[in-house]
């Protein structure tokens, strides 16, 4: 049953010959890789204002052309380190594996921390700006934010769980729909505008006051200034995405991944510049109800009307479906640094579907926790957001530059020249996020990447241990062993009788059936039972007045070892295997709790004897 649901909600297997198959072509691509920071044009404008409207009220909307010019020169200056990126390493990876190659071990685990963090808080972002757009259209839903977020996780994740290539097109028509109504609101906005047939809207005193405190306005200071193009450098998010997901274009790869980055850098410029100008142009008033892009649909469209609800609905569904940027990524990533030794290996291998499933699963819980804790508001995750995005920016950009410098290929310098200034801007970039937003949520990241670049280390560690313990020299034989074996007894049936017959295959030095009674009575009924069926394997009895089956077994077994020079005893348990899950409910579980306690102990063999019982049928032919 499980099994059929599961095909239902994923679909069927693929092989591996049909991976060729699941890779993408760039109109696919750009709405699966480019979805996060395309989105962002959606809510990067209003994150500026909400640092400086408390602080200038309607007069912080004059600060937003300036800051979004630099916004998209550091766009610009990222973007074209990024293209270098995509075709010196097209085997994906981004920012973690040119930090490995060009900067050493520590930096590509901080890198990869980074990388790890930020795809978690696209997910929770985007899924939280999401909803917000929802709310903005259908206020009656606001108590559901947390509600609403979750159910829309769980949906993204059961859509990249079937494969990459099937929840592209899902997500295609969206992206494009959001960059047609989006592009229509900037041309038609600023053309009404411009002409005069659009003034700027009036103030909404009640809202302002409710972000200003109704006082007297404090000024935007430079520490401001700084916090809010921190803020609207969310624009970038994203960006790394591409370099990241290579291996998922069609051949020729990197040609493919580095036309759509263009296009991507092309279009996240043309709308966030275009939203802030449009803004400062209609000045619309900042509102803790509805979000800044649906004032100024309202004031281009008209509430209600066809294109409104165009563009909220789109909004909406690509701030979800931005999600998928890092469900894209993430599982790539981690299979990557799983590869390397420093995630559990589970990560690296591929579902039935042809995608990272353990990679997507852990995605999914983890922004299901950050949506429950932060309440599944985008204004208090964005703090989270820029610390991981701008580390591997910069560590990206400084690999790069050692690149070039270490192979000097032709074009070299220009090369070195668009990363070093990269390298430098986003680093810059870091330290104002880092110091102008540490309280009020920076710190979060600032201290979770390094214990994860420590849990990437402790798994290395485990992983070298382990393989230092079981290397041997060609030519290395196993000595030879000393085998013991004892059946577990509980009463004469079928499946002791058939663990019996087993445990004489394996041909042991010694072989025992070992019973545990609390009282002369059991005994002398089990030895009975011994007795009629005329069974030659020697039966001992181990008495536990406390009835402590477990325990008992333990000592039995440390008795043994003081008997005979074992070097390995083997353990077999007769199970019984019912036709139902439920059934199984009836039968003792000591079996299972034996197991693991004996799981830890060296030179022990557990291997369980199954008896099926097909209960139904016996019914059957009793009847």
């Known amino acids: 049953m499980l099994e059929n649901l599961k095909r239902i909600l994923v679909g069927r297997p693929l092989a591996s010959a049909e991976a060729e198959h699941q890779r993408l ?61 995509v075709h010196a390493y097209p085997h994906g990876g981004g920012s973690y594996v040119v930090s490995r190659e060009n900067l050493g071990r520590g930096p590509s685990l901080v890198a990869g921390a980074s990388l790890l963090v930020d795809y978690i808080l696209t997910v929770a972002v985007s899924v939280s700006a999401g ?20 159910g829309l996780v769980t949906l993204i994740t059961l ?10 097109r899902v997500f295609a028509a969206p992206t494009y729909i959001y960059i047609l109504a989006l592009g229509s609101l900037i041309l038609i906005g600023l053309f009404r505008s411009y002409t005069g047939s659009l003034p700027p809207l009036p103030v909404d005193q009640e809202a302002l006051d409710a972000f200003t405190g109704g006082g007297v306005i404090q000024g935007v200071t430079l520490f401001a200034l700084l916090r809010a193009f921190s803020s609207g450098a969310v624009a970038l998010t994203g960006i790394e995405a591409i370099s990241d997901g290579v291996p998922a274009f ?61 563009l909220q609905a789109s909004t909406a569904a690509i701030l979800v479906l931005a999600a998928n940027t890092a469900y894209a990524d993430f599982p790539r990533l981690s299979s990557i640094i799983a590869r390397d030794g420093f995630l559990p290996r589970q990560f690296a291998t591929r579902g039935d579907r042809l995608v990272f499933s353990n990679g997507i699963v852990l995605l999914a819980i983890s922004a299901a926790i950050l949506l429950v804790v932060f309440g599944g508001t985008t204004t ?13 920016f910069t560590l990206s950009q400084s690999g790069m530059v050692r690149h070039h410098l270490r192979l000097k290929e032709p074009g070299w310098k220009r090369g070195v020249a668009i990363s070093a200034v990269g390298a430098v801007a986003t680093f810059i970039v870091l330290l104002i996020v880092a110091v102008s937003k540490f309280t009020i949520g920076a710190w979060v990241p600032a201290v979770l990447i390094p214990l994860i670049v420590l849990l990437f280390k402790g798994i290395r560690r485990h992983y070298d241990r382990v393989n230092k313990m079981l290397h041997v020299e060609p030519g290395w034989k196993a000595p030879r062993m000393n085998h013991t074996v004892i059946v577990l007894v509980g009463r004469v049936h079928r499946g002791v009788l058939e663990a019996l017959a087993y445990a004489r295959s394996l041909a042991p030095n010694h072989l025992a059936a070992v019973s ?44 043994l070892d003081d008997r005979w020079q074992n070097d390995i005893v083997t353990v077999l348990i007769p199970e019984f295997v019912v036709t139902h899950w439920w059934e199984q409910l009836l039968h003792n579980q000591t079996a299972l709790f034996l197991k693991a306690r004996l799981l830890f102990r060296p030179n022990i063999v557990v291997t369980s004897v199954p008896v099926h019982l097909d209960i139904e049928e016996d019914i059957g032919q009793g009847g």
């Open 380 to 392: 208090a995750l964005i703090p989270l957001y820029a610390v991981g995005v701008f580390t591997s």
């Open 250 to 310: 069609r051949k020729p790869a990197a040609k493919n991944a580095a036309a759509t980055l263009t296009w991507m850098a092309i279009i996240l410029a043309t709308f966030f510049f275009g939203i802030s100008l449009l803004a400062t142009r209609l000045q619309p008033t900042l509102s803790e109800h509805e979000t800044v892009l649906s004032t100024l649909g309202t004031a281009v469209f008209g509430r209600g009307t066809v294109m409104y609800i165009v």
């Open 131 to 150: 909803v917000a757009a929802i709310i903005s259209a259908i206020p009656e839903v606001t108590e559901h934010r947390v509600t609403l977020g979750l």
């Open 159 to 168: 859509a990249n769980l079937r494969g990459i290539k099937e929840s592209g």
């Open 25 to 85: 072509p760039k109109t696919i691509a750009l709405a699966v890789f480019s979805s996060d920071a395309i989105s962002s044009t959606a809510y990067a404008t209003e994150e500026i204002l909400h640092v400086l409207v408390p602080l200038a009220a309607m007069a912080a909307l004059g600060y937003l052309v300036p800051i979004s010019l630099i916004v998209v020169f550091m766009l610009a200056i990222v973007s074209m380190s990024y293209r270098q990126t």
């Open 516 to 559: 545990v009674v609390t009282d002369d009575e059991e005994q002398r009924a089990i030895e009975a039972q011994w007795e009629s069926y005329e069974i030659t394997v020697p039966l001992e009895m181990v008495h536990s007045p406390y009835r402590d089956l477990v325990g008992s077994i333990m000592k039995y077994i440390d008795d």
